[in-house]
């Protein structure tokens, strides 16, 4: 049997959309298949049917050599086959071990559940994996490497042939990516396989055996890591050559429009700093270095100490985020998928939302103007979504954090926050977004680019600030900028601020 599992001709549509037109994939046991496409492709709705999310209208499972039906997410876990989501699923009031052993806790004699027994077995999981923790630790008091590595513990202790993991890496920090790909290899080792989606092409690289490749819900290839080339795999999943990466304009860099002088507050030490109109200006720095934190200080979500905000050169007072968007700025969160968007709300009123006024003729909303409008930011940043007013809850990872681009694009703000734009955005819409990202800077925007990913710093931004504990610690000028410069500032081991 020289496949695990195999799945064949798998179909799915959604209203509106087809999903999955017949889709294969075959996993070999311990191996590490990576599923690679752009943003909607149908890489989660694959791994959902698998787990029992979805039913599949056509096609059929094959795991360990028998053809299978999984009705529900705990058949799967219990057949063998575990998801790990990007948004996690612990219980965060609960600890460690209880989130684990949860709904099937060890039972003593008298029926009640063994707690002794719940402790040691988790330990002996952290163990195996080397997670230096107490079984008893509350889940809220974690970082998401960490959780992450409990719902890995998790799938362990259910014996899983198939881990999946869907984009494990997006919120990690480099050495905790180190430790979550040593944690990968030993699973392999011992023969867990495991299915791993991740837009970070470079780690196909690192941590893959085969990948398949998926585009609009086809199924394009299956292919040994080691005779393909990222170029190569990139036009795979977009079906055309993406030449130039970082598709960066010089603006006209003209009047200082945001200036933050010696700002304070809980995470900031004595910010201060120039923006001008034209500008990008990044803003780089290790997980944790307080990037977030400006940003949400600048657009009154925490609130500041002492020190000072001018916009245009007039003091302004922003305790909120609307005295920020009257003030005209925009903030894109780093966490869009809760912080950026109404769930319930249709892709429409979430991109029109900031900026209803311009639909206003006298006081009735103007829709046709409004759908118009919408519709044009939706095929700019490309969403896929069969229309503007579906709902933002039915739209692939990718596709929502698109729809809280627009809506910052089509806002009339003034100065835009990006946090991390390009997260989980896949390859070929990554260049769309620096290409209006520079066309908005054209526009005569000012904008604020934070991002840890260090390319994308150097083949945007015209400035780079960093940041390390709470402080600036270093300028760059786009001429002089380097890794290896802002590296230094970011870990502190150097400074220079003037
Ligand atoms: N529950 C649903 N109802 C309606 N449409 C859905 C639903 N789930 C997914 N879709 C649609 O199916 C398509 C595939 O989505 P899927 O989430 O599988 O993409 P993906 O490859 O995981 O993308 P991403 O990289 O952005 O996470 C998208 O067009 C999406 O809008
Ligand atoms: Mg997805």
Known sequence: MEYILEMKNISKQFPGVKALNNVNLNIKKGEVHVLVGENGAGKSTLMKILNGVYSKDSGEIVFKG??????????????????????LNLIPKLSVAENIFLGREPLKKNGLIDWKMVYKETEVLLKKLEIDLDPRTKINKLGIAQQQMIEIAKALSFKSDIIVM???????????????????????????????????????????????????????????????????????????KVDEKYPKETAEI????????????????????????????????????????????????????????????????????????????????????????????????????????????????????EINKSIEFIEQVNIRTPSPLAKVRFLSGGNQQKVVLAKWLCANVEIIIFDEPTRGIDVGAKVEIYKLICNMAKRGKAILLISSELPEVLGMCDRILVMHEGEITGELSRQEATQEKILSYATGRNKNVG
């Open 166 to 240: 869907d984009e494990p890496t997006s919120a990690l920090t480099d050495k905790e990516i180190n430790k979550l790909f040593a944690v990968i290899r030993q699973l392999k080792e011992s023969g867990v396989a495991i299915i791993y989606i991740s837009h970070r092409l470079e780690e196909i690289k690192q941590i893959g055996d085969r990948l398949t490749v998926l585009r609009d819900g086809n199924y394009i290839g299956t292919y040994e890591v080691k005779d393909i080339d990222i170029d190569t795999i990139i036009q795979l999943m977009v079906g055309r």
């Open 254 to 369: 003209s009047d200082i429009v945001l200036e933050v002088r010696n700002l304070n507050n809980a995470k900031l030490k004595n910010i201060s700093f120039r923006l001008k109109k034209g500008e990008i200006l990044g803003l780089a720095g290790l997980m944790g270095a307080g990037r977030t934190e400006l940003a949400r200080a600048i657009f009154g979500v925490d609130p500041i100490n002492s020190g000072d905000i001018y916009i245009n050169g007039i003091k302004k007072n922003i305790s909120s985020p609307l005295d920020a968007i009257k003030n005209g700025i925009g903030l894109l969160p780093e966490d869009r998928r809760t912080q950026g968007l109404i769930q319930k709300m249709n892709v429409l009123e979430n991109i029109t939302l900031p900026n209803l006024n311009s639909f206003v003729d006298r006081i009735f909303i103007n829709k046709k103007r």
């Open 66 to 87: 028998k053809q299978i039906q999984i009705r529900n997410p705990r058949e799967a876990q219990e057949a063998g086959i575990s998801i790990i989501y990007q948004e």
